[in-house]
């Protein structure tokens, strides 16, 4: 148990982390490249935009699952917030299952239309556009996944017995 | 209206009522579309990728949030802190100056309004506390100054209207900068005249010796938006890259001169980034299913007639546009309503020829003082939150601020001259 843990977590800290984190890294490297060759060699770079565009996508969906797990994606919380807390996770479930299910419709057509996106490619490095997109697939699972997570917390939360509150004497 | 959309508005409403993610709820109203209208959701998510690819202006704004996080360093905002405190030297409500001064500074190297109220407002309501001010003035002023931050370039919120409109990036950024001292100004008279009636301290002259060390010391980071306007300005970069270089500079004035950075905070920087580049540009990506619909369903030209039939006034429009997305600033996030609303009066705005780069100053303006506005202005929280200042507290001494600031906003819409005679002296 404790090994599939490790090994769920150092595939998490891959994927949310160190990838967009590395790619953060040749985005940020390949624009100052970009222009000092520009001016002090004369001599623009071609496939500059296209190599940070595709880190650019990469960090964005794989960035928003990262948010989702650390749970700081934006939300509207005003409704939430004047709720006592049982219908506050009855709320939050209700979301959650909502989303959950959309998603899970749309999981095999995004994936078979990524997977099609396979015959065109992009203008420069020629890369298939199915692999530009392909972090959308994992984004979708991860999504789920988090989901899911969250959904089994608020149940368990909600079918809780009420604490109830011994009064001292 | 169609069933589909019908049915895409319920699922937007329900994004709010129910607490979703924003982004996961947009993409979700989407779906809702697609099933319904019997298209094949699997192209939602290519809209949603290929919004992503395609805005190459929006690759600044991970370099911004980059940049912002090595610089919003207490180090870093302590000098700048003391530069902005012997500037003022002794004046009555000296502290109060100091804030706003001090967030005016600082907004030139972040685009947050948040980053500023959390780090540099942490530290300048701790000071005015220890000097006898009133918690809630010190609250209210921390909150109102840091709706700077994204009027005075960089700023992310004029990035993504940059992105929605095809404004220059350039030219918003500069037309902010008139506005934004303005506000400056509008708080500054609003602090002498409340300093002067409740007899808040007067400063202390700070030597000249003493000056001058913490001038030299603040002027590595003073440089930041020469570098980054001046990159821009002289067409040497584009934004994208200017927010690139900004971002090498903090890192080497943070890593060689102020010496608060090391490899492995540098690590963790770049991860908040990662996250918080996840979170803003993920809701432009999702974005897209929101557009689809409006764009499918000709939502922004049923809008323009129906404003057009109500009036022709060029004005009047102006004037209901700033009160509903003030009203929405209390209520939703301003990414959100930048994403879903601007897309809608965009024609509309063309239509009555209004220039885009002074509309897009006026919006921004409009939904930052959102921000502070009560009872839900997300600033209010952050400055309570720091300084361990109860809320009403800070909401009831928010009020005169919040009418400067809603001068100046009324100033800029009525006089577009004010935003665009730096955009247009620099072309």
Redesign the interface.
């Known amino acids: 148990m404790t090994k599939l843990k490790k090994c769920r977590d150092l595939l998490q800290k891959i994927i949310e982390e160190i990838i967009p984190c590395i790619l953060f890294c040749v985005l940020f490297i390949v624009f100052i490249v970009q222009v000092v060759m520009r001016y002090v060699f004369n001599n623009p770079l071609t496939w500059s935009l296209e190599v940070t565009s595709i880190c650019y996508v990469w960090i964005v969906t794989l960035g928003a699952c990262y948010a989702q797990r650390l749970r700081s994606h934006v939300s509207f919380t005003m409704l939430y917030d004047a709720m006592p807390e049982k219908k506050r996770h009855f709320l939050k479930m209700t979301g959650n299952s909502l989303i959950f299910v959309l998603f899970g419709l749309l999981y095999i057509p995004a994936i078979k239309y990524i997977i099609n996106l396979k015959i065109s490619k992009t203008a420069v490095l020629h890369l298939p556009f199915s692999v530009v997109y392909s972090p959308f697939i994992a984004f979708l699972s991860l999504i789920l996944i988090y989901l899911l997570i969250e959904i089994i917390e608020d149940i368990k939360l909600l079918l809780k017995p009420e604490d109830k509150e011994i009064k001292p004497l | 209206m169609s069933w589909p959309l019908i049915a895409a508005l319920i699922m937007f409403v329900?994004?709010?009522?129910?607490?979703?993610?924003?982004?996961?709820?947009m993409?979700?109203v989407g779906?809702?579309y697609f099933?319904l209208k019997g298209l094949?959701?699997?192209?939602?998510?290519?809209q949603?990728?290929s919004m992503?690819?395609?805005k190459?202006v929006?690759?600044a704004v991970?370099?911004f949030i980059?940049s912002a996080t090595v610089m919003n360093d207490g180090k870093i905002t302590e000098y700048i802190f003391k530069f902005a405190n012997g500037l003022i030297g002794n004046k009555k409500g000296a502290l109060g100056h100091v804030n706003i001064i001090a967030s005016l500074i600082f907004s030139g190297m972040t685009g947050s309004a948040i980053a500023d109220a959390s780090g540099l407002g942490a530290m300048e309501i701790d000071i005015m506390r220890k000097n006898g001010y009133d918690e809630g003035f010190s609250g209210a002023i921390t909150a109102a100054s840091a709706t700077i931050g994204p009027i005075f370039p960089p700023s992310i919120p004029m990035v993504t209207y940059a992105m929605l409109s095809g404004a220059s990036v350039g030219a918003l950024f500069i037309g902010g900068m008139i506005p934004g001292v303005l506000i400056a100004v509008a708080l500054m008279v609003y602090v002498g005249i409340i300093s002067r009636k409740r007899n808040y301290p007067a400063g202390e002259k700070a030597p000249l010796r003493d000056f001058l060390f913490f001038t030299f010391k603040a002027i590595p980071a003073l440089l930041t938006p020469v570098i980054l306007l001046g990159g821009i300005y002289t067409g040497?970069?584009t934004s994208?890259?200017a927010?690139?270089?900004a971002?090498?500079y903090a890192i080497v004035v943070s890593f060689l001169i102020y010496r608060t950075l090391g490899v492995k905070s540098l690590?963790k920087m770049?991860?908040s980034?990662?996250?918080?580049?996840?979170?803003v540009?993920?809701?432009v990506?999702a974005s897209a299913a929101i557009s689809y619909i409006v764009t499918r369903e000709n939502v922004a030209s049923t809008v323009a007639e129906l404003v057009l039939q109500i009036t022709q006034n060029k004005y009047v429009f102006l004037l209901a546009v700033n009160i509903s997305f003030l009203i929405l600033g209390m209520?939703?996030?301003v990414?959100?309503i930048q994403l879903v609303f601007i897309p809608i009066i965009l024609p509309l705005v063309e239509a009555f020829g209004i220039n885009l780069v002074h509309f897009g100053v006026v919006i921004v303006l409009n939904m930052m003082i959102g921000l502070s506005t009560p009872p839900?202005g997300t600033l209010l929280f952050v400055t309570s939150g720091v300084g361990d200042i109860p809320l009403k507290k800070v909401i009831k001494e928010i009020r005169w601020p919040l009418v400067g600031m809603l001068a100046v906003l009324f100033l800029i819409t009525y006089i577009p001259d004010i935003v665009m005679v730096l955009p247009q002296l620099l072309n």
């Open positions: 329900l994004m709010f009522l129910l607490r979703m993610p924003i982004p996961l709820g993409i979700s779906i809702v099933l094949n959701p699997g192209i939602l998510s290519g949603i990728m992503l690819y395609s190459y929006l690759i991970p370099l980059f040497w970069m994208t890259e927010g690139a270089v971002g090498l690590w770049i991860k980034t990662v996250r918080q580049t996840g979170i540009a993920m809701m990506g209520f939703i996030n990414t959100t839900f």
